[in-house]
């Protein structure tokens, strides 16, 4: 398969790509005091734990959550709504984005 660029998308788009490729989810948080972010599918929380299954979750800066889908590992034809979640003392609130991955399971 050819190399595929990675494709950033944020948070509260939906997106349709191609098996194989890395995407990043991006979540820009701000509040005081800064909110933590944390990851989830509609079904289940993902964790640090998950980088088997192809998620990695970093923090892009201070005030930008990131969630990185290795496209490789991923079924595709689903469609999964995955959802950051910023919080801090005083508020929680979520943002949800919609992805299909197109292709052939490798």
């Known amino acids: ?20 490729v890395v995407l990043t989810l991006l ?3 701000e509040g005081f005091p800064l909110p933590k972010v944390s990851w989830r599918t509609t079904l289940r929380l993902i964790t640090l ?9 970093r923090m892009h800066n201070e005030t930008v959550g990131t969630l990185v889908l290795n496209g490789t590992k991923v079924k595709s034809g689903l469609k999964v709504t995955y959802v950051c979640v910023a ?14 991955l197109k292709g052939r399971d490798m």
Request: glycine fraction near 6%.
């Open 1 to 20: 398969m050819k190399d595929l660029k990675p494709v950033n998308v944020t948070i509260g788009q939906s997106v349709t790509a191609i098996r194989g």
């Open 27 to 29: 979540c820009p948080v």
């Open 49 to 57: 734990l998950d980088e088997q299954k192809g998620y990695q979750i």
């Open 87 to 100: 919080s801090n003392i005083v508020a929680s609130t979520e943002a949800y984005s919609s992805v299909v």
